[in-house]
């Protein structure tokens, strides 16, 4: 791993001061801003996360607000997802498409109210996007990054160490749902939901000032609880199916071909962007689909397409890879052609390092 | 400095390859892609940069293209710059800005021809502000990234070893023009252009396949002219006053308060995206202004906002800052406040190490 130079230009976060002190190892850069990927070692974390509880500095999941008049009009015309019987309270994955049913962004929307949402979003500057759509078509709304950063808590203990902190309220809090808590005299969007398949909480801390008192809260409560610093783990989201944007997808892949094909609705087909091409995909079939795969041999880490081979031909590629150590096997995320995407499937994979034998799974591994 | 964590995400450049086999030490991101920043060390490469000739993978410098019958239209729609003087084979300089004023991005346009555009971007998507505009003003214009990954020779020895590979023709390319010129049998667009102030050139490499054998064509032919890689240098950008996006300047910040009044014309106020903000700061006079700013004491590395206090009162912030041997002193970059703006006037900069005496200085140190 190389080093990476500092600049004010790559964020720091409100948390970064306890991450530091919590003695992060490495980062990855994320919506121009520092996110934590190491502390032990990622084997380490990982079995950690998958037996305790952890808090995660994910600021870089940054909000675009749209407030004002036509947020929800503004709202639905950005994802293929039917959002009509969405209430405030709720969090919906919403693919992003553009004009060719490419992928910009893979967000969760939260609905605050008809007329204020955040979109919490993936690693690309969607706030652009939405700006040049509400100038383009004259929206009575407002679209900006306001000062919200969420705080992740991740882990089989997630429940215990937030009802501590906030209490018993948050065990409620049904997936996918929020609802609001007070942390020092503010109220805070807490919600269920996080990228990982552990359970847990992310708060939206809105104000940076009270991201580090809120950090420090959480770990005075979770002494005996074993809290730790973390954040989204390669292995644990690979063996969960967690799809990353910029890895396992880009502009370049449509949502049906990200197997989202159940938040692209029928309905908005005549009238969101890209709605013709993915009429034309659902119909025809797509392609290629992203599918859980497995690879022998020792691998090198994934930092580049790796392609994918049949009888000499390419059908597809992956784009991320791990050792798990709960499943004993090399544990990927890929693209694979139709002709080749059926579970069983025996491919070829070239690495960096070489060929590897790989298999097409029926699904992911959690 | 801490390690950054590998991942398809941070993409690997057409010149990757070469960039590690030269032993690059460390990176930054930059449009979600590898940027090397140090290969000996900053102060190493920084005099080297200055004496001989250097080789920079800056693939990170993206391209939006626009393509078709509404091309021009919608580039002189993206910036307050007039474009009419501006001819195919012109690189101009542009600030592109939302409806509120703030910087978007600060790209170099260049003019293909009238129906075709690369706009070479800094560090942010850009492209997505583009496509929003385009489709809600249904342009009739083609709006994607192609495959161009620019390669920077720059240093007092550029146009020599230039001249070796492209021949003598590229001598007479004059600043923020470029030309066609041959490489392995494809016509490849070589601008008189770059981020530094040692002079050079960008070429902009149209196929990744042609990335290492152009790599290493420079290379064979530079040995005696002391060839190495590099890439922008902190140092010198700093003395050279060149601003870094998402460093001295973001979203907040118009380009007047940026010191690039020179790009914003008073003919493109009444139509430009934040042209009414734009006019009422010309009127009224910009609150604060880019200066250069020298720093007193050893310094931690800039990777972060660092206040400035005139008196007890905040009147504005530095957001680059290194050693220069050259100059034997603390260069920055900042923005200042109207009544502290003069040259002369000291004023205290909290550095997260401790305050330090600053003073803004009459011009950049070059």
């Known amino acids: 791993m190389a080093l990476i130079s500092p600049s004010r230009r790559l964020r720091r976060t409100p948390f970064s001061e306890g991450v530091e002190a919590a003695g992060v190892k490495a980062y990855t850069v994320y919506n121009h801003m ?5 502390f032990e070692s990622v084997e380490a974390d ?8 952890q808090v995660w500095d994910v600021a870089v999941e940054r909000q675009v607000e749209l407030r004002g008049p036509d947020a929800a009009r503004l709202m639905q015309m950005l994802t293929p997802r039917d959002l009509r019987s969405m209430l405030p309270g ?16 893979d967000p969760v929307a939260v609905k605050l109210a008809e007329d204020r949402w955040w979109i919490s979003i993936a690693d690309s500057d969607l706030l652009f996007w939405v700006k040049g759509i509400a100038n383009g078509y ?10 919200v950063s969420p705080l992740a808590v991740q882990g089989p203990k997630a429940d215990d160490l937030m009802a501590r902190v906030f209490g018993d309220g948050v065990r409620n809090i049904r997936f996918f749902r929020f609802g609001l808590f007070e942390f020092q005299g503010r109220q805070l969007v807490i919600a269920r939901s996080g990228y990982s398949k552990q359970g847990g909480f992310e708060i939206y801390v809105e104000d940076s000032a009270l991201g580090m008192p809120l950090w420090e809260a959480l770990f005075a409560a979770g002494g005996d609880l074993g809290v730790r610093a973390g954040g989204p783990n390669l292995i644990e989201r690979v063996e969960g199916g967690l ?25 908005q087909l005549e009238t969101c962007f890209g709605g013709r091409a993915l009429r034309e995909e659902r119909a025809a079939g797509s392609r ?17 397409v790796w392609p994918l081979f049949a009888g000499g031909a ?17 544990v990927a ?26 298999t097409v799974e029926a699904a992911f591994w959690i």
Chains 1, 2 share one sequence.
């Open 138 to 147: 004259r929206l009575d709304v407002l679209v900006d990054e306001p000062d």
């Open 90 to 105: 709720r969090c919906f994955y919403v693919p992003i498409v553009d004009e060719t049913g490419g992928m910009l962004n």
């Open 243 to 267: 799809l990353s944007y910029g890895n396992d997808m880009t502009r370049e892949n449509s949502p049906l071909e990200c197997g989202l094909g159940k938040y692209v609705s029928d309905s």
């Open 314 to 330: 390419c059908v597809g590629q992956v784009t991320s890879a791990a050792w798990s150590p709960d499943f004993g096997a090399n």
């Open 333 to 358: 995320i890929g693209m694979v052609a139709r002709a080749h995407w059926d579970a069983g499937a025996v491919l070829e994979v070239e690495t960096h390092e070489g060929m590897r034998r790989a």
């Open 288 to 304: 290629q689909m992203i599918r859980a795969i497995s690879i022998e041999g020792d691998l090198p880490g994934c930092d580049r």
């Open 34 to 38: 520092l996110l934590p990927t190491v």
């Open 46 to 53: 990982y079995h950690h996360l998958k037996s305790a509880v």
